[in-house]
């Protein structure tokens, strides 16, 4: 029987669960949590986190052990990955995003194509929502030569859920390498506020806070009429000739218009000042694609926690190790080679 690798989540979050049933499926190493989301305030599985454990077990027709609510210790087994058709509910707003970007290696791995359908949260507070993945990490990993098409068909927020958005997956041979280490010049800036059962002036200052934050022409209010629940997110996005990011802000209870615009207009305007080519919200979620290229690098800002959390899993099922180098105006360069 293959050796179980074993992983202690004490001190990482979601993110460490996730790459490791992604690069248990691809690589056939199966491994052992514990501690999951160990210092959070609530630790364990929640649902979202047991959807894509259960989701990872359908795909590759996988077996698991401690997969259920609570749970802090996991034992995960795949299989053989296949593609087809699925359709996967989270249950609560819970972020199809997140779910997303478990599945999509494994998939991208399979001999045939796939569709699946993920319900849940689209727009999430801590986690990329859908506009992310379309306008920010999509782009970037198509250069790698991923092929995948994405679509949202209706915006879920917090706490309602309710989103549903579908991805349409090509498998590939093998992840390209990705240097990106000149961003190229600014091409564009939009501010989008969307929002769904709330009054619209409450946008409209979420909108003059973000572009007196970061003066821009591309803005647009879009209101979501259909679908559960209400909520009001603001989406700021920077588009180069060679990277893309997005910020998003959400209101909440207790907090002013004003400053959700200007939270996060202000994340994009220290991207835009920053030179780097990767923002903090895509950094970590470009190793594992790197690391199943077998290398790459690219120019960050001062890498998040979930960065070197992300880099302790890959590190345990594939042969690289990642560097990362201070260099100039606190820009740092992080570089996977063969290890």
Do not use: W
């Amino acid at each position: 029987m293959t050796k179980l690798i074993q992983l202690d989540g004490i001190n990482g979050g979601g993110q460490m669960l996730r790459s490791a049933l992604s690069l248990a499926m691809i690589t056939g190493q199966p491994f052992r949590m514990v501690n999951i989301r160990g210092k959070r305030s609530k630790p364990g599985l929640m649902r979202q986190h047991l959807t894509c454990v259960l989701a990872s077990q359908e795909i590759s027709d996988g077996s698991v052990d401690g997969a259920e609510i609570g749970s802090t210790e996991l034992v995960f087994r795949g299989g053989e990955i296949r593609g087809g058709s699925y359709q996967f509910s989270i249950g609560t707003a819970g972020s199809t995003s997140l779910l997303f970007q478990t599945l999509l290696p494994a998939l991208l791995h399979a001999a045939a194509p796939s569709n699946i359908r993920l319900e849940g949260g689209t727009i999430n507070p801590l986690a990329p929502p859908f506009e992310f993945l379309d306008k920010a990490y999509m782009p970037t990993i198509r250069k790698m030569g991923v092929n995948a098409e994405l679509t949202l068909h209706q915006t879920g927020f917090a706490p309602a859920g309710g989103g549903l958005m579908e991805a349409a997956i090509q498998p590939i041979n093998k992840f390209g390498v990705l240097d990106l280490h000149d961003r190229g010049a600014l091409e564009s800036v939009s501010i989008r506020v969307v929002v769904r059962a709330l009054n619209e002036s409450i946008a409209r200052r979420i909108l003059d806070s973000a572009c007196v934050t970061l003066p821009c022409e591309d803005t647009e209010i879009e209101i979501r009429e259909d679908g559960p629940g209400r909520g009001i997110g603001c989406l700021v996005g920077a588009k180069f000739t060679n990277a893309h990011e997005m910020s998003c802000a959400l209101a909440e209870m207790g907090v002013s218009a004003e400053s959700v615009g200007h939270r996060a207009a202000n994340s994009i305007k220290r991207f835009i000042d920053s030179d780097a080519t990767v923002g903090r919200n895509l950094a970590d979620q470009l190793l594992l694609p790197m690391a199943l290229a077998g290398g790459g690098s690219f120019v960050m800002m001062k890498p998040s926690a979930h960065v070197l959390s992300n880099i302790s899993v890959i590190e345990k099922f594939l042969p690289v190790k990642f560097k990362i180098e201070v260099a100039d105006r606190g820009r740092h360069i992080l570089t996977c080679h063969d290890g």
